[in-house]
C-alpha cells in the first residue's frame, strides 16, 4: 500500500473510516495470501504466548491482525483526521495530562501496538513539549519516501541514520521539556529482543540507548501505548512514569517489560512484531 502513491492518494481522498476500513480488507485478503512466511512466523509465536487459547481462537486473531496492519497503513494518509477526542479516549486522560504538563525532559517508550503513528501524532497534538522521534528507514526506497512524506504532516521532527544519537542528544539537552519518543520492539539480527517474555536477554537496541540518555539527561519514561477499540478508533494506555533517579535500570527495564510485555499479548492482534519475533529459536526463551 506505502508502495503504490495511487492507493495512498485514493486512502486521502476517501472518509478516513472508509480508508480504514479497505485498508484493512486489502490486508486480509490480498496481502496476507502473499505473506505466508511471516503469517506462520506469527501462528508459531502466538502459539507459544497464549497456549490457554483454542486453535479457532488463535487464528481469528490472527486474521484481526492483518486487518489492524492494513488499517494501520490506510490510517497513515489520514492521521490528522484521527487526532481528536472522537478518535482517541486516554484512559485517566487528567493524570496522563499531569504528566506531559511536568517538568523536565521525558522519552516516550512504546511498541508497535495498535496505530503507533497515531501514538506518535496523538503525544505531540496533546503537550507543547517539543518532539522528536526516532525511526528507521525502511530498505524499500519507495516506501521510505512515502513514510517521509506521510509523517512530515503530524510527527514534527523525526530522526534516524547516521547521526542520529548526537541528534537525540542535543534534542533532550538543549530544549526546555523536551520529548523523545522511541519504539523499543525494533528487529534485529532476525529477531525481536523487546519484550522478553521471560528470555534472558540483557538491554540491548533502542532500550539500551534509551537507558543511557535517561542517565546521561535526568528524563524520566513515559510507557504508553494505543489499541484498537473499534474501526478506526483507539483507547491511549498509561503507565506512572518511571524515574532513574530513583529507580535502577534493572527495575526501570522490568516494569517496562511489565506493562508493555502484558500489552503485547493482550493485543497481539495489533501487535506489529508477532511476525518479526521467533520464539522458536532456540536462543529465545
Known sequence: ???????????????????????????????????????????????????????????????????????????????????????????DRAGYQAVLDGPGPMIAFTCHLGNWDLLAAHIKWSTDRPGLGVYEDPHDPRIAAQLKKARSSYMGEAIGGEGAARGVLKHLTQKDRATLYIL???????????????????PSGNLSIALRLARKVGAKFLPFYLVRTSGPCFELHWHAPLDPRTMSDAEIVAALDHFLGDACIAHADQWLGLHDMDLTAPSAM
Open 184 to 202: 523499543a520492539d525494533e528487529r534485529r539480527d532476525r529477531q525481536v529482543w523487546f519484550p522478553t517474555f521471560g528470555r534472558p536477554i540483557e
Open 1 to 91: 500500500m506505502l508502495s503504490n502513491p495511487f492507493l495512498f492518494f485514493l486512502m486521502r481522498l476517501l472518509p478516513a473510516r472508509i480508508a480504514s476500513w479497505l485498508g484493512g480488507w486489502l490486508s486480509a485478503h490480498v496481502a496476507r495470501p502473499r505473506m505466508k512466511l511471516r503469517d506462520a512466523r506469527a501462528r508459531a509465536n502466538l502459539a507459544l504466548l497464549r497456549p490457554d487459547m483454542a486453535e479457532a481462537e488463535r487464528e481469528a486473531m490472527l486474521t484481526r491482525r492483518w486487518v489492524n496492519i492494513g488499517r494501520t497503513m490506510g490510517e497513515l494518509a489520514n492521521i490528522d483526521r484521527l487526532v481528536n477526542d472522537a478518535h482517541v479516549r486516554v484512559i
